[in-house]
């Protein structure tokens, strides 16, 4: 299986602020990176697919790089409804695994 | 407008089977894929199974063996069966259903099970 690790695991962060969440592939996975966020409701949604690409309707702020192993989601200016938790996942070869998370706090 | 709602027993005993339905709107169960998403309580996302638009499965090898995932497309359901389980099965269960392009573009409002006698 590919493991996915996530850092950092806790962000505290000011409004306004620029912030960027790393993902590290245990091995090669050709772009193949999906971001999601969940609320503190539970809610979960997509917001990058295929390492940069912006899911309909997911503000400009959000960004998403990378290549080989090494992936990171930045987002520009922090807004108050951005603070939430944060996960990579790879879709390269089954089983699709997750990163463990960051959670984006207000400083 | 696509929509997700997951269905089952809030409280499943040890050893015992879990059956769990998600509902699906907005769109044919024979043109997307949906999948399966667990979360243990505080606890990250696992990837459990996906049943395809063509009706073929694939499941995450570490649960394989207790793990079905069906469907009705006629009444829009996929559904969920996990035997054999144990306390740490408690989790929150999510489906996915796929969109244009990526595999869990839509997901439930999830539904909590728990594990324990």
């Known amino acids: 299986d590919i493991q996915m690790t996530q850092s950092p695991s806790s962000l505290p962060a000011s409004l306004g602020e620029r912030v960027t969440i790393s993902c590290r592939a245990s091995?090669?996975?050709?772009?193949?990176l999906n971001w999601y966020q969940q609320k503190p409701d539970g809610t979960i949604k997509p917001l990058i697919y295929?390492?940069?690409n912006l899911q309909s309707g997911v503000p400009s702020r959000f960004s998403g790089s990378g290549s080989g192993t090494d992936y990171s989601l930045t987002i520009s200016s922090l807004e108050p409804e951005d603070f939430a938790m944060y996960y990579c996942q790879q879709d390269a070869s089954f089983p699709f695994t997750f990163g463990s998370g960051t959670k984006l706090e207000i400083k | 407008q696509v929509q997700l709602k997951e269905s089952g027993p809030g409280l499943v005993q040890p050893s015992q089977t879990l059956s769990l339905t998600c509902t699906v709107s907005?769109?044919?169960?024979?043109?997307?894929?949906v999948s399966w998403i667990r979360q243990p309580p505080g606890k990250g996302l696992e990837w459990m199974g996906v049943?395809?638009?063509?009706?073929?499965?694939d499941y995450n090898s570490a649960i394989k063996s207790r793990l079905s995932i069906s469907r009705d497309t006629s009444k829009s359901q996929v559904f969920l069966k996990m035997n054999s389980l144990q306390t740490e099965d408690t989790a929150m269960y999510f489906c996915?259903?796929?969109?244009?392009?990526?595999?869990?573009?839509?997901w439930g409002q999830g539904v909590m099970v728990t594990v324990s006698s």
């Open positions: 996915a259903r796929e969109s244009s392009y990526i595999l869990l573009g839509y």
């Open positions: 091995q090669g996975i050709s772009n193949n």
């Open positions: 295929y390492t940069s």
């Open positions: 049943i395809w638009s063509n009706g073929g499965t």
């Open positions: 907005g769109l044919s169960l024979t043109s997307n894929s």
